[in-house]
């Protein structure tokens, strides 16, 4: 054989032995990142720890082992296919069948007879804490719908059935409400739920039940109306006579006490009358000496005014009598006085003949001021020599002038 076709050959199969052990490496490689990459996408699809809120619970059941724990607020592990999680909510729950709220509903109330009614029912429960893991067990996912829905509808029904249209609009709402609670309880609590209450709303009649209902309310109204008015008119009655009667005794009692008044006020003026009598006596002889005593004031005060007047007389004479000679001393004295001033008068014009004019002037007005000057020698006014002498001419014509005037 020819040794380079065998080291040929040789070097093939060293070539494709490493091609294959390098083709392995890569598909493992590949496998395992495959295989990481779905564990990661299942894990956050189905993350293994999950939380349990407020007011929550968790059951865990193991798959393998069929064990069931119980998990309050948190966190826990479950781990895909291992574990199987269910929650449960422990706050109240209100159910409502709002298919029986109307009179023309899809599931009206039936009454004893046989009319349909709508009811506003509220049923408000909650899951037992302490049953939690039997529930998670043996009822189902929809617990409102499939366990509480019907124990409710299966009640509530039967209970309207025995009572009239009347009676569940008015009177027996308690009575109702009572009866559903103590025959709902127990049923819920078999499956481990707690009935927290009942609570009925409206009522929805039917149409022409409602209409005569009404006008029997109307002649209800009306008769109560009636009853009440006819038992404030005899109360009125009632009251009337009592006031009445009332009256009459006070009028009674009035007229007792007004007589009683009088006998005592009677009494009371004869024993007034033996002490006013003496005290009247007395005051007339205190008035007699008064009378007296008044009069013989009168006397002296009269005889004291004519002595008084008398004197008063006699000074007025005398005063009067001074008054005289002092008058006709004084006239003495001023004739006397007034015959000395003329005589000084007549001295001084005699010596001095201007004051004559002075004094005329001084006695016309007291704002004209005066010029003392000599008299003329002619005999004329004293003052023309003042005013100055017009020229004869001029005086002619001045008197023609005041000549024409007056004509005209």
Do not use: C
């Not at 798959?63 to 069931?68: I, M, N, P």
């Not at 001023?334 to 201007?354: F, N």
């Amino acid at each position: 054989m020819n040794p380079r076709l065998n080291a040929l050959a040789t070097l093939m199969a060293r070539a494709f032995r490493s091609t294959t052990r390098a083709a392995r490496g890569r598909m493992a490689l590949l496998v395992g990142t495959a295989a990481v990459a779905v564990g990661g996408y299942w894990i956050a699809v189905h993350p293994p720890v999950q939380s349990v809120g407020r007011g929550e619970v968790v059951v865990r059941s193991n798959a393998l082992t069929g064990e069931a724990s119980l998990h309050h607020e948190g966190s826990l592990f479950a781990w895909p296919a291992l574990h199987e999680v269910r929650r449960f909510t422990l706050r109240d729950q209100v159910y409502r069948p709002t298919d029986s709220a109307k009179a023309e509903g899809e599931a009206p109330f039936q009454s004893v007879e046989g009319l349909s009614l709508g009811v506003d029912l509220a049923v408000r429960y909650a899951i037992d804490p302490t049953k939690v893991v039997a529930i998670s067990k043996n009822l189902p996912e929809d617990i409102g719908a499939e366990v509480v829905r019907p124990a409710v509808q299966g009640v509530i029904y039967k209970t309207f059935t025995r009572y009239t249209v009347r009676e569940i609009f008015s009177s027996k709402r308690a009575d109702i409400q009572a009866q559903i609670e103590a025959e709902l309880k127990p049923r819920l609590a078999a499956d481990g739920i707690l009935l927290r209450s009942v609570q009925m709303g409206q009522v929805d009649l039917p149409a022409e039940y409602r209409a005569g209902l009404d006008g029997l309310l109307a002649q209800e109204l009306e008769t109560a109306k009636m009853r009440y008015t006819l038992e404030l008119k005899a109360k009125q009655v009632e009251q009337t006579a009592l006031e009445s009667e009332a009256e009459r005794v006070r009028r009674e009692k009035a007229a007792q006490a007004a007589a009683i008044e009088q006998v005592i006020a009677a009494k009371a003026q004869e024993e007034a009358m033996k002490h006013v009598l003496p005290f009247k006596q007395k005051q007339v002889e205190q008035r007699q000496l008064e009378a007296e005593a008044e009069k013989l004031a009168r006397i002296r005060s009269a005889e004291g005014a004519a002595q008084a007047r008398r004197i008063e007389a006699a000074g007025e004479a005398e005063s009067r009598q001074k008054l005289a000679d002092a008058e006709g001393y004084r006239l003495d004295r001023v004739g006397r006085i007034a015959s000395e001033q003329m005589a000084r008068d007549g001295a001084l014009i005699t010596k001095h003949p201007l004051l004559i004019q002075k004094t005329l002037a001084d006695k016309l007005s007291d704002k004209v001021s005066v010029i003392i000057a000599p008299p003329p020698s002619d005999g004329s006014f004293i003052g023309s020599a003042l005013i100055g002498k017009l020229p004869k001419g001029a005086a002619t014509a001045e008197q023609q002038g005041d000549s024409e005037k007056e004509g005209e």
